[in-house]
Nanobody, 114 residues
Framework: QLQLVQSGGGLVTPGGSLRLSCTAS??????MYWYREFPGKDREWVAT????????RYADFVKGRFTISGDDAKRTTYLQMNSLQSEDTAVYYC?????????WGQGTQVTVSS
């Protein structure tokens, strides 16, 4: 069974940090992605990591604040989020595409509020 299991997230005050993790089971991903979703809107791409090469890409709105990393052996990706602001409040999803099959994690709520 192809599955992505997320952990992390929660409530943080503005300027704080959180780390999300996502582990694949049933497959070994070459690349992993993070997206986020605001109520009533489509998911937007946040970051990508190509696990074998270690190369990364980021959406402009998170550059310098978020860091994606990965452990190929553990089939896990992490999203370290620093300097969080209220506009980062969303449900965060990890994604992978084993054999072209789009697979999503269960989603993790991140709430930035004082």
């Amino acid at each position: 069974q192809l599955q992505l299991v997320q952990s992390g997230g929660g409530l943080v005050t503005p300027g704080g940090s959180l780390r999300l993790s996502c582990t694949a089971s049933g497959f070994s991903p070459n690349s992993m992605y993070w997206y986020r979703e605001f109520p009533g809107k489509d998911r937007e791409w946040v970051a990508t990591i190509h696990l074998g090469e270690g190369t990364t890409r980021y959406a402009d709105f998170v550059k310098g604040r978020f860091t994606i990393s990965g452990d190929d052996a553990k089939r896990t990706t992490y999203l370290q989020m620093n300097s969080l602001q209220s506009e980062d409040t969303a449900v965060y999803y990890c994604n992978a595409r084993p054999g072209g099959i789009t697979t999503w994690g269960q989603g993790t709520q991140v709430t930035v509020s004082s």
